[in-house]
């Protein structure tokens, strides 16, 4: 199982930002992939996370507080998960990963529970 993080960067306050989250080695039908992100000295959180067989998106304890500016979606064909960030801000500023669990074992998008990790990749938002 891998996972690729890219599209990170650095952009100014109300910037939009799209990274994706390239899935390889596994059924990529079977799994939710989750967004989260880890802003320095703080504990990495949950945004968002989507099931890649029927499109179902959950949120995790950031994503319900966004106010509709990040968005998750799939390419099938590509195995690939994208993550929309809108009106970016400075506290934005963290390394953001995409993490994977099986449909079948999936309860909540929280960081405990995902089985399979990507390297991070880092969005600084200045101000």
């Known amino acids: 199982v891998q996972l690729q993080a890219s599209g990170g960067g650095l952009v100014q306050t109300g910037d939009s930002l799209r990274l994706s989250c390239a899935a390889s080695?596994?059924?990529?039908?079977?799994?939710?992939i989750g967004w989260f992100r880890q802003a320095p000295g703080k504990e990495r959180e949950a945004i968002l996370c989507?099931?890649?067989?029927?499109?179902?998106?959950?949120?995790?304890e950031y994503g319900e507080s966004a106010n509709g500016r990040f968005t998750i979606s799939r390419d099938n064909s590509k195995s690939t998960v994208f993550l929309q960030m809108n009106s970016l801000k400075p506290e934005d500023t963290a390394v953001y990963y995409c993490?994977?669990?099986?449909?079948?074992?999936?309860?909540?998008?929280?960081?405990?529970?995902?089985?399979?990790w990507g390297k991070g990749t880092l969005v600084t938002v200045s101000s």
């Open positions: 993490a994977t669990d099986k449909i079948v074992y999936f309860r909540r998008c929280q960081r405990d529970g995902m089985d399979y």
């Open positions: 080695g596994f059924t990529f039908e079977h799994y939710v």
């Open positions: 989507i099931n890649n067989n029927d499109g179902s998106v959950y949120f995790g």
